[in-house]
């Protein structure tokens, strides 16, 4: 450490992480990586090299077979919750429901995310307002274009209390998250790709 610096907490850290389906397909073998608070990483690999099933270890909704992974100092396994409270995911493809207003959608997601009920509306109407939506809200999703979708798909990333955001949503959101700018915070920007 560098005399007068104080190092900061790693938003991300992997070690030895390893993801094995059944009994012989090694979809992820002893990654390490470690991500600094601030950091933008990209996650590049061909298709098949493990990106999304990493991504999925990293979020909790895929359990690693060994190793660690630590999101904001929270443990993937041990502290399930404090990994998504310190984190948002925004999906290759739109995870809404076409049949639901965004609206409706955008309160699901505030919900599965544990935001209070009280908390909800306003969040939303802000979120909308901030993101060009607030006139298409009312509607099914179904009647959106594709870029709309696309919008409303990533707002639930802001709907949620976490402290930490994904890029696309930090770039625009400003004032709307509050705390994601808090000196007390972790965060880093991640992407996947294939090569």
């Known amino acids: ?89 925004v999906f290759q493809d739109p995870v809404v429901d076409r049949t639901l207003t965004g609206q409706r959608n955008l309160e699901i997601h505030a919900r599965l995310w544990g935001v ?21 809200i009312g509607r099914t999703v179904d009647t959106y274009s594709g870029g709309q979708r696309r919008r409303n798909s990533r707002l639930p990333a802001l709907s949620s209390p976490s402290r930490g955001s994904c890029f696309w949503t930090n770039r625009r959101s400003g004032s709307i998250r509050g705390s994601a700018t808090s000196s007390s915070t972790s965060s880093a920007h991640c992407a996947t790709r294939a090569t």
């Not at 298709?47 to 999101?71: D, E, H, Y």
């Not at 209070?116 to 298409?136: H, K, M, Q, Y």
């Open 1 to 89: 450490m560098i005399s007068g610096l104080k190092r900061r907490r790693s938003a991300i850290e992997v070690d030895g992480l390893t993801k094995i389906y059944g009994a012989s397909v090694e979809a992820v073998t002893g990654l390490c990586f470690e991500v600094a608070s601030g950091e933008v990483f990209g996650l590049l690999g061909p298709n098949g090299a493990g990106k999304s099933t990493t991504i999925g270890m990293l979020t909790t909704t895929v359990s690693p077979t060994s190793g660690t992974a630590r999101v904001a100092g929270c443990d993937v396994v041990e502290d399930p919750i404090g990994v998504r409270a310190a984190s948002a995911v």
């Open 116 to 136: 209070g009920r009280s908390e909800i509306e306003p969040r939303v109407a802000a979120v909308a307002a901030r993101f060009g939506l607030r006139d298409l």
